[in-house]
């Protein structure tokens, strides 16, 4: 049996800009650029990366919110890069996302019962008496009372807000759900109360789950696999122990050294990362980090590193790592 529940093989997202004052041409943002990934039925991949890498856009095109530009996504064996509206409607069901605001992903206009209802009603799914028990056992399952449901979205706490949207999610039983930043909002201890939650879901109902973040520190203890993110490309990718233990990558080394350690006697090197993440207007040409790399070379600035698997799994895009052959 084939336990990959999602596959995307070049996926790429580009955004034509308008001509500006000083150019007749238009410019193209390379939001995502040639991302291939699988994702296994129970599992959790993180991806993190600084601010405006493609994270949110990647997990939009991967459920056709945004059209991507090309590549093939597919679902529990079926492609949905090409199915139609009519189609895609019907595979709505098996994917579904939990947004990064809790508070304007919720209609405001509708109360939580009717919220967790429009998704059985638009699949037509069940008796009325089925969705009523359906609407109540999500409910019951993100941790909150029934008294809830008559309620409005901005009568909640942000916790609370995305429990709602967590539910939201679930109501439909998907076996994929896009977790866009869910607790980048939400104070830490409140944080650790959705990520257990996410977690025990990922357990009792054996979901799949794409873990969108900029904190590596948050998907150390969520994720199976965790693919760090650099203007649009995957440029690392191995299993989370693996990869939190020996990043190979300069980029992943420097997002782990400013993960902050609550041991006053551990002596972390810092590794500094100069400048801001260029555009994606005008990327670098060969390796996009290199500005920003200490270790860049002059190839580095001239020819562009494939993302290559090493014989643990491990998957990175560097010159300065070049991958042993996998036999």
Known sequence: MNDVLLEIKGLTKHFQTGKSLFSQSHAVCKAVDDVSFQIHRGKTLGLVGESGCGKSTLGRCILRLIEPSSG????????????NAHQLKSMRKEMQMIFQDPFASLNPRMTIHDILREPLDIHKIGTVAQREAKIAEVIHTVGLRPQVLNRYPHEFSGGQRQRVGIARALVLEPKLIIADEPVSALDVSVQAQVLNLIAELQESRGISFLFIAH???????????????????????????????????????????????????????????????????????????????????????????????SQDGHWVACHLHPANPVS
């Open 72 to 83: 093939d996504i597919t679902i529990s064996g079926q492609d949905i890069s090409r199915m």
């Open 215 to 309: 904190d590596l520190a948050v998907v150390q203890h969520t994720c199976d696999e965790v693919g760090v993110m650099y203007l649009g490309k995957i440029v690392e990718k191995a299993p989370a122990e693996i990869l939190y233990r020996q990043p190979k990558h300069p980029y992943t080394q420097a997002l782990l050294s400013a993960v902050p350690v609550p041991d006053p006697t551990r002596n972390t090197e810092h590794v500094p990362l100069a400048g801001d993440i260029p555009s994606p207007l005008n990327p670098p040409s060969g390796c996009t980090f290199h500005p920003r790399c200490k270790h860049a070379t002059a190839l580095c600035s001239r020819k562009v590193p494939t993302l290559e698997q």
